[in-house]
């Protein structure tokens, strides 16, 4: 959810549904969907606002967001490292067995 800051002057306390609070620079917006405030701060008189309350929110968001994708990441390394060992046994084991395979074969008969 993003706030826009409306400039315009006279600036109605409703615009199409969205409340408006009056503060030093304009009107400001109640909390509107992301892509909504987006589309508004392309139109001439419009911001997007960010106030320290909402500032500290998004880094708190940000900062999880990075946790988690960490916390993710390294499970994934995990899972791949797991899934790679399993790979090398294997074929390792298939290695030896071919190995013993050729050798009875080559010894035993002509």
Known sequence: MKRVLCTIPNCPDTIM??????????????????????????????????????????????????VDAMRDADEAAKVAADLQAQEETKNAALKDGQGGKDEKKGKGSK
């Open 17 to 66: 549904g969205v409340k408006y609070t009056p503060i030093a620079g304009g009107m400001l917006s109640d909390p509107l969907p992301n892509e909504e405030a987006d589309r508004l701060c392309t139109i001439n008189g419009y911001e997007s606002y960010i106030n320290v309350e909402d500032a500290k929110a998004l880094a708190e968001e940000a900062s999880q967001k990075a």
